[in-house]
């Protein structure tokens, strides 16, 4: 069930069982879109053992001068090319509003 979330969807965080997800649930991880398992894999970033295969998909760190920090995913099953450069999000300090 890959789409778009309406705005009243609710995203959650389930077991095998239909139950609210905690860490302690290891690879047994999904997503639920209002309730209903979404078919779609969950990367963990907080353990690389709760992958399914066990690699890491996400990698973060700081800029030189620690101006701006770095997010990287890898977006493949097993792995991919392990490069944590499928999506990478850098973020940086902002002084007084943004928009």
């Known amino acids: 069930m890959a789409g778009t979330l309406g705005g009243g969807d609710v995203l959650s965080f389930v ?3 239909g139950a609210a997800a ?16 979404a078919g779609q894999t969950v990367f963990h970033s907080y353990a690389k053992e709760i992958n399914s295969g066990g690699p890491q998909h996400t ?19 097993g792995g991919g090319e392990q490069d944590c450069e499928d999506v990478v999000v850098n973020i940086s300090h902002v002084d007084g509003p943004v928009m």
Request: glycine share 18%.
């Open 15 to 17: 077991n095998g069982s």
């Open 59 to 77: 990698l973060s760190g700081i800029s030189p001068g620690a101006s701006w920090m770095f997010v990287g995913v890898e977006d493949l099953l």
């Open 22 to 37: 905690t860490l302690d649930d290891g690879s047994d991880i999904f997503i639920a879109v209002d309730g209903g398992a």
